[in-house]
């Protein structure tokens, strides 16, 4: 069997379904691409593609997990809405799907807009919630940033995969013979595994971010600027 | 953009460019968490063929370009594998880069005129920006 990368192959799921979810997916890129403009100015711009690319890269990654003879690699989700914000953070996941389903043979053409929409809108969309959520209860320290970071990303993956379980539950093209919640369990187990390796990067380059440019974290800037106004300057993440 | 901005943006290329060309090389070849899932229900060989049983895996039809030059993380006519790999992961890295920054870059706001979005993002990120615009003026 080929090498896949955790993206849906043709033949998965059956083609109407797949269907529904690319003009679903569609319809929600197009409103990422509206919200995303109020926050792309000429610094972020860039920066957004340097993310696309850095999550295109870190997906090549396979890392083994606990479980013997089962692999995963970052999703994305969490760190794009970290850096450079929700709407552009799904916009940059998506941008990488594409890539990949057009240029790489990675997840079917047919299912990319399943695959949009759980990586790139509903694990992004979790993670987003639960930044803007631990950010404002959690201590604003490096350690807070670093929880938060790995909750989300741990956390965004998992409910990824349920948006998976949802897909097949409406067009999997096998009977599983109504034990979907077993298959709802399997994947919840991987992902949460998964999630963990997923916590551990994105909780790592967003405090080396956080380190070298902290004015380029858009979670540091956005959702605690009231209080704090963010200079770059010595402590200044605290 | 400032100086300091070019020099954040040269060094995470760099990395990403190191982790798609080399790093890329020894990542797990494992079945992934989606994949290990679907396979419930059948056995597989050393090589992840499915040997036996019926599983949601077995539906899986070949992708629409699986024949293309770069299709499965390696460039076509290139026999040294690590190369390969390696060679793919650059051009892709430099591909989603070019798509990325050209296609938000298309997107951005121009002009100062504030939004309402304006309001979540503080005063140094706008200072940031007016320098920039200046800057690429000259």
Redesign the interface.
């Known amino acids: 069997?080929?090498?896949?990368?955790?993206?849906?192959?043709?033949?998965?799921i059956d083609g109407p379904v797949a269907a529904i979810f690319a003009a679903l997916a569609l319809a929600a890129l197009t409103v990422c691409?509206l919200?995303?403009?109020?926050?792309?100015?000429?610094?972020?711009?860039?920066?957004?593609?340097?993310?696309?690319?850095?999550?295109?890269?870190?997906q090549?990654?396979?890392?083994?997990?606990f479980?013997a003879?089962?692999?995963?690699?970052l999703l994305g989700g969490a760190l794009a809405a970290m850096l450079v914000g929700p709407w552009?953070g799904a916009?940059?996941v998506a941008?990488?799907l594409?890539?990949?389903a057009?240029?790489?043979?990675?997840g079917?053409?047919?299912m990319l807009g399943l695959n949009i929409t759980n990586m790139a809108l509903l694990g992004t969309a979790a993670a987003y919630a639960l930044i803007a959520l631990l950010l404002r209860v959690l201590p604003r320290t490096r350690a807070g940033l670093a929880v938060t970071a790995f909750v989300a990303a741990m956390l965004s993956v998992v409910v990824a995969?349920q948006g998976?379980v949802l897909q097949?539950w409406l067009g999997?093209?096998?009977d599983?013979g109504g034990n979907l919640a077993?298959?709802a369990g399997?994947?919840a187990g991987?992902?949460l595994?998964?999630g963990i390796g997923e916590g551990l990067i994105t909780a790592t380059t967003v405090l080396t971010v956080a380190k070298?440019?902290p004015?380029?974290v858009y979670a540091l800037?956005?959702l605690r600027?009231p209080a704090a106004?963010?200079?770059?300057v010595a402590g200044g993440v605290r | 953009m400032k100086n300091r901005s070019w020099a954040f943006l040269a060094g995470g290329l760099l990395v990403a460019l190191l982790l798609a060309g080399v790093v890329s090389n020894y990542a797990s070849s494992h079945p992934d968490g989606l994949d290990s899932s679907l396979l419930k229900g059948c056995t597989v060989d050393a090589d992840d063929n499915i040997v036996e049983g019926s599983c949601p895996a077995q539906q899986a039809r070949d992708h629409e370009l699986a024949d293309g030059p770069l299709a499965d993380y390696g460039v076509r006519g290139v026999r040294n594998s690590f190369v390969s790999t390696g060679l793919s992961g650059v051009l892709g890295v430099l591909v989603t880069f070019a798509i990325g920054a050209g296609g938000f870059w298309l997107l951005r706001r121009r002009g100062s005129t504030p939004t309402d979005g304006d309001v979540a993002t503080p005063t140094p990120a706008e200072d940031d920006a007016a320098t920039s615009r200046a800057g690429t003026a000259s």
């Open positions: 069997m080929q090498t896949l990368a955790m993206h849906i192959s043709n033949g998965i691409v919200r995303g403009r109020r926050d792309l100015d000429d610094r972020l711009a860039p920066m957004a593609g340097l993310v696309a690319a850095f999550i295109f890269a870190v090549m990654l396979n890392f083994p997990i479980t003879g089962v692999s995963g690699h552009v916009l940059c941008v990488v594409v890539v990949q057009l240029i790489f043979g990675d079917g053409v047919a995969s998976f097949y999997g093209t096998t599983l077993g298959l399997t994947m991987v992902h595994l998964i070298v440019r004015d380029l800037r956005s600027a106004p963010l200079v770059p």
